[in-house]
């Protein structure tokens, strides 16, 4: 069992940064593969970025290459979402999962825990 806590959302301007810090519980932390998810209201959840159990490995959603970068710091059990440029579009709840060994999918479906969210508001 692998638990996600998810930190860092918060009210920012349009153009500002944030970084999201996802901690997670489990003996398996370093063979997980995490991605984050962000779900807008009334709008279904969409993937935003996923690592690797090595950080060799990364993908992104078109809407944020070159403004969010995703990384992990295996000895602090912590996966960061790096979040640049922010636009009014990426508000939204974010959330981290985990799923087992293998590759970096962007469908929901592949993960099997869950955080409960961080959110994060970009005023324009």
């Known amino acids: 069992q692998v638990q996600l806590v998810e930190s860092g959302g918060a009210l920012v301007q349009a153009g500002g940064s944030l970084r999201l810090s996802c901690v997670v519980a489990g003996r398996t932390f370093t063979r997980n593969v995490i991605g984050w998810f962000r779900q807008a209201p009334g709008k279904e959840r969409e993937f935003v970025a996923g690592?690797?159990?090595?950080?060799?490995?990364?993908a992104y959603a078109d809407s944020v290459k070159g403004r969010f970068t995703i990384s992990r710091d295996n000895a602090k059990n912590t996966v960061y979402l790096q979040m640049n440029s922010l636009k009014p579009e990426d508000t939204a709840v974010y959330h981290c999962a985990a799923r087992g060994p293998g590759y970096v999918t962007s469908q929901a479906s592949g993960y099997g825990s869950w955080g409960q969210g961080t959110q994060v508001t970009v005023s324009s």
């Open positions: 690592i690797s159990w090595s950080g060799s490995n990364t």
